[in-house]
């Protein structure tokens, strides 16, 4: 489970990486986490994928 300290953590990080122009990606959440990513609509905030592979797809892609 994730609880909001959790999700602070995330935003954090991800604010951090912006600063240097990187970018996070989910990967590997379990079903549950999925969904609440997708109810609360974090997903248009984190890129959530099922897998490390779909994440460096998804990388390479945005890389051309």
Not at 11 to 35: D, H, P, Q, R
Request: proline share 2%.
């Amino acid at each position: 489970t994730m609880d909001s300290s959790g999700v602070g953590s995330l935003i954090a990080i991800k604010n951090m990486l912006k600063k240097y122009s990187k970018e996070m990606v989910i990967t590997g959440a379990n079903e549950t986490i999925a969904k609440v990513f997708y109810m609360t609509k974090m997903n248009s905030f984190f890129q959530v994928l099922p897998s490390i592979s779909d994440a460096i797809d998804y990388f390479k892609k945005k890389s051309k």
